[in-house]
C-alpha cells in the first residue's frame, strides 16, 4: 500500500494563475481531508471530503478555494487567481471510516506563488 | 478561536535523559488532544490521542484542564525518538478538524 499520493511535490504558480493539487487517498479509504500550513505556522483542517461530497468546508476560505472528490480519480484542491498569500504546504490526509478513525496524510504539496 | 501553542521550536537531550515537549491550548469547548510525530523523511503519523489513555514507545501525555496543558513525556529518551512532533487539538469532536502547533524539534545525543 503505497499510501497517501500528493502531486506534484512542488508547484509554482505566478499570481492571478490557478493551482490544482491532487491526492490519491490510500486504498480503502473513502474519506479525504485537507490541510494548510502557512509558513511559521501549525496545519489546520480545510476541508473534509467523501467521494462526491463536502462533509465539512468549515476551514476553507471564503472565495478563490474549492475542492472535489469525484467518484473516479482523485480528490482536488483548486485554487483560483492565486495570491501571495496562498503559498503554503497543502497537506492531504485519508481515512477508512469518518469520525474517530486515524488519520493517514502524504507529504505535501508546497505552493509557491511569486 | 482555538489555538495551540508549542513554546519551543527546538530540544536537545542526551539518550537517557528524560524528555518533556511542551503543549498549551486554548479553547472554550472541552477539547480532545493528540500528538503527531514525524520522523525523518516520513510522513506525519499519529503517536497518541489524550483519550486513549495510552502510552505509546514509552511516551505519555496527561490532559491538565486547570493549566490548559497537554505535555508530552518520556522518562528515558532513545535516538530514535529524534523527530519532529506537533500537539494538535480538534475541535469538532471527530477526529479531523485539527489545529495543530507550530512544532518542536526534539534531538536525542548519543
Known amino acids: 500500500n503505497a499510501g497517501v499520493m500528493q502531486n506534484p511535490r512542488h508547484l509554482v504558480r505566478r499570481r492571478g494563475q490557478e493551482a490544482r493539487l491532487r491526492c490519491s487517498p490510500m486504498?480503502?479509504?473513502?474519506?479525504v481531508y485537507w490541510y494548510r500550513q502557512l509558513p511559521e505556522e501549525g496545519l489546520k483542517f480545510m476541508v473534509y471530503?467523501?467521494?462526491?461530497?463536502?462533509?465539512?468546508e468549515s476551514g476553507m476560505p471564503k472565495e478563490r478555494f474549492s475542492a472535489e472528490f469525484p467518484k473516479e480519480g482523485p480528490s482536488i484542491l483548486r485554487i483560483q487567481q492565486v495570491v501571495r498569500g496562498d503559498s503554503a504546504a497543502y497537506f492531504c490526509?485519508?481515512?477508512?471510516?469518518?469520525?474517530?478513525?486515524?488519520?493517514?496524510f502524504g507529504n505535501g504539496t508546497r505552493l509557491t506563488v511569486t | 478561536a482555538q489555538r495551540v501553542t508549542q513554546p519551543e521550536k527546538l530540544l536537545s537531550v542526551f539518550k537517557g535523559a528524560p524528555v518533556e515537549l511542551k503543549c498549551n491550548y486554548s479553547y472554550s469547548g472541552s477539547p480532545e488532544l493528540f500528538w503527531y510525530v514525524q520522523y525523518s523523511r516520513q510522513r506525519l503519523q499519529l503517536l497518541l490521542r489524550h483519550i486513549s489513555r495510552e502510552s505509546i514507545k514509552g511516551f505519555t501525555a496527561d490532559l491538565n484542564k486547570g493549566e490548559t496543558s497537554f505535555h508530552l513525556k518520556k522518562p528515558f529518551a532513545q535516538e530514535e525518538d529524534s523527530a519532529m512532533y506537533y500537539c494538535a487539538l480538534d475541535s469538532g469532536g471527530s477526529n479531523y478538524k485539527l489545529t495543530f502547533g507550530k512544532g518542536t524539534l526534539l534531538t536525542v545525543n548519543p
Open positions: 490526509a485519508s481515512s477508512p471510516t469518518g469520525t474517530n478513525s486515524p488519520l493517514h
Open positions: 486504498k480503502g479509504h473513502s474519506h
Open positions: 471530503l467523501q467521494k462526491e461530497n463536502i462533509i465539512d
